[in-house]
């Protein structure tokens, strides 16, 4: 699937929120005025089927061999299953932190030492969840192979703290896709447009304002 058709997909099962006055906050306390709910996939067959088809796709293009996968707890979780179930791989989750009860696993399920797993999860906004799902597998003596998303809004944050710890990150589709997308179909003008860019080049800029 292209990253065009993601989009389209996407807004066609409304799973893409613009806020004009009362932006979604984060939980890292960012407010972002595009909200991309990726989690409406799982009700829609058809868009599901496509986004693990290309999670599948990208998977086959990383370089060496890949011995399992990991999803982000809550939203990586079933399109991991899928991508899994399609591959025929072994398939983790990983929470954000140990459980502070039971087995107190921060990995579910059986991972070998030694392998290599690439990470799924829907969204990047910060990159805090997919850094820690990568972490925890690290120190279980896992090779992270990537980190792949559904959509990745791409803020610099991100994307310097991915260089830092050196994940290789891929995603279908971007948040400029997303704008590009919306500019054509006329649904933001030109005054809408830079807003939002202003906005990925400083996200706390409403934040703070």
């Known amino acids: 699937m292209e990253k065009n058709q993601l989009i389209h997909k996407l807004l066609d099962i409304g799973a893409v929120k613009m806020y004009e006055e009362d932006y979604f906050t984060w939980t890292s306390g960012i407010q972002s005025p595009i909200y991309c709910d990726n989690r409406l ?11 693990a088809e290309a999670l599948v796709d990208m998977i086959q293009k990383l370089p060496g061999e890949v011995d399992g996968i990991a999803g982000c707890a809550t939203a990586g979780i ?38 290599r797993v690439v990470v799924i999860e829907d969204l990047i906004s910060t990159g805090k969840s997919s850094i820690q799902a990568a972490d925890a597998l ?36 971007s948040y400029d896709d997303l704008l590009n997308e919306l500019y054509q ?25």
């Open 41 to 51: 996939t799982m009700s829609y067959p058809s868009v599901r089927s496509a986004v």
């Open 78 to 115: 079933p399109h991991a299953a899928w991508a899994a179930d399609r591959l025929n791989l072994p398939m983790v989750y990983v929470r954000g932190t140990a459980k502070k009860h039971g087995r107190r696993n921060q990995i579910e399920g059986v991972v070998t030492e030694g392998s």
């Open 138 to 173: 690290r120190e279980a003596g896992v090779e992270v192979a990537g980190i792949l998303s559904i959509f990745t809004y791409g803020l610099a944050e991100a994307k310097q703290a991915f260089k830092e710890k050196e994940y290789h990150v891929q995603s279908i589709a």
């Open 185 to 209: 179909q006329k649904e933001l003008d030109d005054v809408q447009l830079e807003k939002l860019r202003v906005w990925r080049e400083d996200p706390y800029v409403f934040t703070n304002s």
